[in-house]
């Protein structure tokens, strides 16, 4: 064997480690969209089953804020996975600036999240109202705190990316983290319009 | 080890048109379309722009096909068990009268 075909086994070794690990998360998201896809189901279900008598009570959530909160979680999406193409690009920089500003952009989302709750709450909206509403705080609750997860887990990644003790094994602990995140963002681009468009 | 050979699309022309496809869907919403075409309208934007993400941003465009059974299969249940549960919860005469919602 010569030293060239040595190093292609190396590699494919090495790529197949990768992809167990990547399996391994991508079964973990299958997971997740069994248990929020089994919320949504129901709720889209029982939301079709009232003929529209929710709509009016469905109404007081707001549009705006909802939107403003899709885009903050969109463009977190798109920071994320800069971070991951920084790191293909040996930035070390990069990857870490971009980490920072997920973490950031995550942050804000549950911020204007609980602030919308705070509104809500004390114009009388509560789990406790109606089904709408017991719907519409349990899926966006279940959904805020997987952001909360996922944000914890980029600020561990951000602060290993400015120690430099990211870098051994950086390129799969973005990446899944990443996967990660965008399932998350995925969440929201259904729930967005399920629960805050009029129908 | 770091992956040099993967592709990298252009994710800011995907941002921009997840911007694009959230501005329709909220011009589709005050169409007066029924309650049940307006939900249908509703999960087929979301639903593209899902796969957008999922093609670009996780990558599922470049992966093998293991990864992408894992990735759909699920989603086909979910569609699934909606549409089998739709005539039992929402076409049901009987049931369907206990899921009004009481408003204060």
Partial sequence: MNRTSITMENHEILQGRTDIGKIGMWWFLASEVMTFGGFLAVYILYRLASRGAWAETASHVSVLIGSINTVVLLTSSLTMIKSAEAVDNENRNSVRNWLGLTVLLGILFLLIKATEYFIEINHGFTPLTNPFWSFYFALTGLHGLHVLVGIIVNLILFVMACRGTLWPNIQQRVEFAGLYWHFVDIVWIFLFPLLYFQY | ?104
Avoid: C
Avoid at chain 2, 3 to 17: D, F, G, M, Q
Avoid at chain 2, 24 to 32: D, G, I, M, T
Avoid at chain 2, 47 to 55: D, E, F, G, I, R
Avoid at chain 2, 76 to 90: A, H, K, Q, S, Y
């Fill in chain 2, 1 to 104: 080890m770091t992956n040099t050979e993967r592709p990298h699309p252009n994710y800011v022309a995907v941002w921009i048109w997840l911007m694009l496809l959230l501005a329709v869907s909220l011009v589709a919403v005050y169409l007066p379309f029924s309650q049940g075409l307006t939900v249908f309208l509703i999960l087929v934007i979301a639903l593209v722009k899902s796969v957008l993400v999922a093609t670009y941003f996780m990558h599922l465009r470049f992966e093998r096909r293991l990864i992408l059974a894992i990735a759909i299969i699920p989603v086909i249940l979910f569609i699934g068990m909606l549409l089998t549960l739709l005539p039992d919860i929402v076409y049901n005469p009987v049931v369907s009268v206990f899921y009004s919602a009481d408003t204060h």
